[in-house]
Structures are given as structure tokens and as C-alpha cells.
């Protein structure tokens, strides 16, 4: 990922930002950068400070502490400089209900100065990305969710932004509108800088290009998505799945694999999946996969004429891992903390 | 300035939008009708002039003018739009000057639909028509009054509820400090300055005095300067919010 984003220039540029709301802080010195091509999919529990980073990005939010920048203009400075490069997708996608979704977009291309023949092709081509023809002239209230997320949508990349920044973009949509919207965002992707936050884990590993878990305010990881996966402890992992009626057989001799540290044993219906986890902590920490493991045990069970069912190399759990990351929310601590973002956020 | 153009005919065509604008049009013209004719005793005064319709004005619009302004932000901050809002490029004072106008000129829309009550006196006698214009300029401005109040408070809160009965409170205050109601709590304690000063922030006392047919210039700049002085605070109130 560096090699290649290395070069491009940086479009977001994060530093230190800090939220509080009266003494609980929700967003704690979070600092990074997003550079154009780069597609940040940005992570955390809720109430880790996702929605309130993006707040302040975007200048809804004046921030506590640190500064951020778009395009070079800062967002508390140069705000409106800011805003003219920034698309933007609030939570929830607001819009105004009474409005239809043409009459919104005129509205829309109106702040942005769009005139003229100028909107009308800029609505257009945000009305075509995002499908939108059907319900051009319905009131918005009356929208199905999914399309309520399409006119924010077209609204974000309407003035064709070089900075998206996207809060849960495909909250609400069916399967197939979510891969429609993915769809458009990788092709958006070689020129803009583009942020989203998600809840959906798989999502990561289809459109980003980085991510970076946010716990507590505070950014517990930063990296490709293949780099996160690799930290799972089932990165590397063998899983190979035999009838329930050879288990025993196929446990004794997965007892003499080389290099197994750990095994695991699951059973469901009539077939059992063991998964072997390396011994080795370099093989489970490095980004390149280790064939070894699976090889001994592909040559263990052509030699013993298994019928296998199943036979892969795991390349880690993205679930698993930020599971382990924020995990910490659990903990009793974190309920006074909780309490206090409650209490924050009523007063705020 | 463009900004602000787009804001101003989005909230205007709000208003539209919804059976809003009908309701309360028909509602103030009902109202306006009723207390002129009846509790005002129009015919029974016998003469050709709408002091009785214009005296109860303020009294209508302290109800009728903050069921306006109560939506101007509390139903942004309710469905979140302000959110979209506040990011676009949009310099604050293009905010809150849009939305204050939209409301100040369907106020106006309003006013100006009470026009059957001009026709009615010219057609039974020969009024004096510019006391009659003065006290429609005179109108004008206190619903400008009342809606920087009822936009300010607006502003603070995401209830409308809230939003509409704190504006009446406010603006009830405004309408009659200078009434015994409000001098009689202070006057033998508080220093004679302190008490003309809070008389003259009534909307009554200067808006009476238009009504006469004079516009003062005092009490044009009396109104502009209310009407600034709360949209400063409204701005001002809208930007403390984004600091959380």
C-alpha cells in the first residue's frame, strides 16, 4: 500500500484532533493521512469516535484540540475552502423530507455553485451513479431507506469532490444496492482521497485499500486490510474437514504435524472441521502466507486416502481481530465511560 | 450570497411543501377577521381606519409568528439535516439570514393577504390611506421582531414544542414591558431610567407609534436593531453548538 500511495499527494491530512464533550473525550489525538487513490475504511464499536472524527473533518464539528485539513485548506481556518473539496455522507444520510430527490439535488448544486447546464449534467451523472430516475419526483420522506442512502449519496459526489468522506454509506441497502454502491466507489477511487466508515467487516476487504480501527477514541490500528487479517490468530490457520465417522483416525495422525502448535476440533452434522494453528510466531506476525502447515497436511491426507470434504489455508479473521482490538469495550471500565458519552452527548 | 438565495428559496418552498402554509394563512386571516369584526366592534366603531385591526396584531402574531419560526432549526437539529447543512459550504450568516427572510416574507404573505379588510374600509368610507400603509410597514417590522426571537430560540433547541413556547414566553415579554404588568415589578425600586429603558423595548409602544401613522425613524431602527441583535445571537448560537 505505501509503496504504491507513497507518491501521491495527501488530500486529508489529521493531526492530534481531539473531541471532548464536557469530560468525557471522544475522540483522543487521532491523527493520519489519506492520499488520493487510497480508500480508508475507517472501524470501530459504535461510540468509538467515528462519527465524530468525521464531524469535525467535514466542519460540523469545531474540534477540542488538533487539526485537519482538506486539500490543504483547514477545515477551522479556511472552512469553506474545505467544504467546496469535501463531499460528504452524514450518518443516517439526512436530507429534507418535504423535498423531492431533483428538488434537493437542485438545491444542492445551488450551494455549490452549480448554474445552469453545469447542474443539470452534474445532477445527471449523480442521478445515474446512484439510480436514482425512478423516484426523481417522490417526496424523499416517502423513499424506501435504500434510496433515502442513494440521494445522500448523489448529494456527496454531485460536485464530483476530490475528498469523499462517507459515514456508512451502505447502511440500509439490500445486497444488491451494496454492490452497486461498492461498485461506485471503486471506480471513484483512482482520483479521490475517500474515507468510510463501516460496521460491515467484509466490506473492508471488497473497497479498501486501508484500514484503521478506531476503539475509544483512540486508533488501535492502521493498515491494508490483508495486513489486519494477518494479525488473527487463524492467520496461516489450517482447517480441513473429514466425515465424523474417520475423526479419531485423522486426529491421531494430525498429532505428528510438524509445526501445529494448537488444535482445534468442531463438529457439525455429520463432518469434523480440525484447525491447525502454526507454532510458528514469526509465520503468524509476517504479511506472506506460510504454505508449510498446509502442505504437511494435503500430503497427510493423499498418503492416508482421506476423503476429504474441505482442505484450506486461512488467511485470517478481519472479525477476529478487531474483535481483539476494541475488545476492551466490554470490560466493566467501560461503562463509566459509556456513561459519560451518554451524558456528553445530551448536553452537547 | 447565492448561498444564501438557495436557502432562502428552499425554506420559502418549505412552507409550500406542506399543508403549513395554508393552515396558517387561512388560521391568521380567520383570526385576523374574527377579533377585528367582533371583539373589536368594527362596524360599531363607525369609522373608516384599521387601528382596531391593527391593534390587535401583536396579540395574534405572539402566538401565530413563533408557530413559524419553531421549525427554522429545531427540525434541522431533529432529523439531522443541519448536519448536511453546516457541511456544505455555507458562510453561517447565509444560513441564518435564508432561513430569517423565508420566514419574514411569508410572514409578509400573510399580511399582505388582509388586504379584503383595505378594500372593505375604502369601500365604505375615505380612509386615510397612508396611516393605513404605515401601520402595514409597522406590522411588518414586528413580525420581523418576533421571528429573530422565535429563530434564535429556535436555534437552541431540537424540540419545537420547546422551541414555540419559550418564544411566546420571550416574546410576550417583549410585546408588554411597556404595560403596567411588567413596570409595576419594577417601578419603586428600580431607578426611572432603568424603568424607561425596559418600557422602551416594547413592541407595543413603538409599534403603536407607527400605527398613528407616523414612522418614526426611532422606531424603525428600534425594530432593525432588535431584529439584528437576535440573529447575531442566533448565529452565534448556531456556531457554540458545533463546538458541542
Not at chain 2, 41 to 70: K, R, T, V
Amino acid at each position: 500500500m505505501q509503496g504504491k500511495a507513497g507518491a501521491a499527494e495527501v488530500m486529508v491530512s489529521i493531526e492530534a484532533l481531539t473531541k471532548r464533550f464536557g469530560p468525557f473525550t471522544a475522540v483522543d489525538h487521532i491523527g493520519f493521512d489519506v492520499r488520493r487513490g487510497e480508500v480508508l475504511g475507517f472501524l470501530g464499536p459504535n461510540g468509538a469516535g467515528k462519527s465524530t472524527t468525521m464531524k469535525m473533518v467535514t466542519g460540523f464539528l469545531t474540534p477540542s484540540s488538533g487539526t485537519a485539513s482538506i486539500c490543504g485548506h483547514d477545515v477551522v481556518n479556511d472552512t469553506l475552502n474545505a467544504q467546496r473539496s469535501l463531499g460528504y455522507l452524514p450518518e443516517g444520510a439526512p436530507a429534507y423530507g418535504d423535498m423531492t430527490p431533483l428538488g434537493f439535488l437542485r438545491f444542492i448544486a445551488r450551494i455549490r455553485r452549480l448554474f445552469g447546464r453545469d447542474a443539470e449534467r452534474a445532477i445527471e451523472e449523480a442521478v445515474a451513479a446512484t439510480e436514482l430516475e425512478a423516484v426523481l419526483e417522490q417526496p424523499i420522506d416517502t423513499l424506501s431507506k435504500g434510496f433515502r442512502r442513494r440521494v445522500g449519496l448523489a448529494q456527496a459526489i454531485l460536485h464530483n469532490p476530490p475528498v469523499l468522506i462517507m459515514d456508512e454509506p451502505t447502511d440500509g441497502l439490500d445486497p444488491n444496492q451494496k454492490f452497486e454502491v461498492r461498485k461506485l466507489i471503486a471506480r471513484m477511487a483512482p482520483e479521490k482521497a475517500i474515507i468510510i466508515s463501516t460496521h460491515i467487516l467484509e466490506e473492508v476487504d471488497a473497497i479498501c485499500s486501508r484500514a484503521l480501527i478506531i476503539d475509544r477514541g483512540e486508533i488501535v490500528a492502521d493498515g491494508t486490510p490483508a495486513a489486519l487479517t494477518a494479525r488473527s490468530r487463524y492467520h496461516n490457520a489450517v482447517s480441513l474437514t473429514v466425515p465424523s465417522a474417520i475423526a479419531g483416525e485423522v486426529r491421531e495422525a494430525l498429532e505428528g504435524v510438524q509445526g501445529a502448535a494448537k488444535r482445534e476440533e468442531a463438529q457439525r452434522g455429520d463432518d469434523t472441521t480440525f484447525t491447525l494453528f502454526p507454532r510458528d510466531e514469526v509465520g503468524q506476525q509476517g504479511m506472506e502466507s506460510d504454505t508449510t502447515l498446509i502442505d504437511a497436511v494435503a500430503a497427510l491426507a493423499r498418503a492416508r486416502n482421506w476423503p476429504v470434504r474441505a482442505l484450506h489455508g486461512e488467511p485470517g479473521r478481519l472479525d477476529e481481530v478487531f474483535r481483539h482490538l476494541t475488545r476492551a469495550d466490554t470490560e466493566p471500565v467501560e461503562a463509566g465511560g459509556l456513561k459519560g458519552s451518554a451524558s456528553g452527548r445530551s448536553a452537547a | 450570497m447565492n448561498e444564501m438565495r438557495a436557502i432562502f428559496r428552499r425554506e420559502l418552498a418549505a412552507y409550500f411543501a406542506t399543508p403549513l402554509a395554508f393552515v396558517f394563512i387561512v388560521i391568521f386571516l380567520l383570526t385576523m377577521g374574527a377579533f377585528t369584526f367582533y371583539l373589536g366592534g368594527f362596524f360599531e366603531s363607525d369609522q373608516a381606519n384599521l387601528s382596531i385591526f391593527f391593534s390587535y396584531h401583536p396579540w395574534l402574531y405572539l402566538f401565530l409568528i413563533p408557530a413559524i419560526s419553531m421549525r427554522l432549526w429545531a427540525e434541522e437539529r431533529r432529523t439531522g439535516s443541519i448536519e448536511l447543512l453546516l457541511s456544505q459550504p455555507v458562510p453561517l450568516y447565509a444560513a441564518v439570514l435564508g432561513k430569517f427572510f423565508a420566514a419574514w416574507v411569508f410572514s409578509g404573505l400573510a399580511l399582505v393577504l388582509t388586504f379584503p379588510m383595505w378594500l372593505t374600509v375604502n369601500y365604505l368610507g375615505s380612509p386615510d390611506n397612508g396611516v393605513i400603509l404605515a401601520g402595514y410597514i409597522g406590522s411588518f417590522f414586528m413580525a420581523g421582531g418576533y421571528l429573530a426571537i422565535g429563530s434564535c430560540l429556535s436555534a437552541t433547541t431540537r424540540n419545537q414544542v420547546i422551541a414555540f413556547v419559550v418564544s411566546v414566553a420571550v416574546c410576550f415579554l417583549f410585546t408588554v414591558s411597556g404595560l403596567p404588568i411588567v413596570i409595576d415589578f419594577f417601578s419603586g425600586w428600580a431607578p426611572q431610567t432603568l424603568i424607561s429603558t425596559i418600557a422602551s423595548f416594547s413592541f407595543l409602544t413603538h409599534f403603536n407609534s407607527i400605527t398613528q401613522g407616523v414612522i418614526d425613524l426611532r422606531d424603525i431602527v428600534y425594530f432593525g436593531s432588535l431584529i439584528a441583535v437576535w440573529l447575531i445571537a442566533c448565529g452565534v448560537v448556531v456556531d457554540m453548538k458545533k463546538a458541542g
